[in-house]
Nanobody
Framework: QVQLRESGGGLVQAGGSLRLSCAASGRTFSSYAMGWFRQAPGKEREFVAAISAWGSTTAYADSVKGRFTISRDNAKNTVYLQMNSLKPEDTAVYSC???????????????WGQGTQVTVSS
C-alpha cells in the first residue's frame, strides 16, 4: 500500500514557475514508477509526465515538453514536477500516481493522490 500526498500548488501569473511535490508513504518508494496527471474543469484527466523507479527513464506530454521537468529523490520518498513558463491552459488539479510497473502515459496506475490545484492567471 502506498499513500501519496501532493503539495506546492497555488496561484501564479503566466510565465511563472511552480514546483509540485508528491510525498509517498512506505519503505519501497524506489520500487515504484511515478506519474503526474492533471484535470481541468470540464475536461478529462490527462497525462503530464512520468519517471521510472530509479529515474533513468522519463516521459512527457507534448504540451509540457521543454517547460516541465519530473524528478525524484528516493531517499526522501518524493517525486517533483518543476513547472516553468506556465500558461493559463496549465490550470488544473495535478495528481501524482504510483505503480510497480512502468506505465508511462497510461492511466492504469495503481495508487493515486488527492491532487493539488494549480491556477495560472493571464
Amino acid at each position: 500500500q502506498v499513500q501519496l500526498r501532493e503539495s506546492g500548488g497555488g496561484l501564479v501569473q503566466a510565465g511563472g514557475s511552480l514546483r509540485l511535490s508528491c510525498a509517498a508513504s512506505g519503505r519501497t518508494f524506489s520500487s515504484y514508477a511515478m506519474g503526474w496527471f492533471r484535470q481541468a474543469p470540464g475536461k478529462e484527466r490527462e497525462f503530464v509526465a512520468a519517471i521510472s523507479a530509479w529515474g533513468s527513464t522519463t516521459a512527457y506530454a507534448d504540451s509540457v515538453k521543454g517547460r516541465f521537468t519530473i524528478s525524484r529523490d528516493n531517499a526522501k520518498n518524493t517525486v517533483y514536477l518543476q513547472m516553468n513558463s506556465l500558461k493559463p491552459e496549465d490550470t488544473a488539479v495535478y495528481s501524482c500516481a504510483a505503480d510497480l510497473r512502468w506505465q508511462s502515459n497510461s492511466p492504469n496506475y495503481m495508487y493515486w493522490g488527492q491532487g493539488t490545484q494549480v491556477t495560472v492567471s493571464s
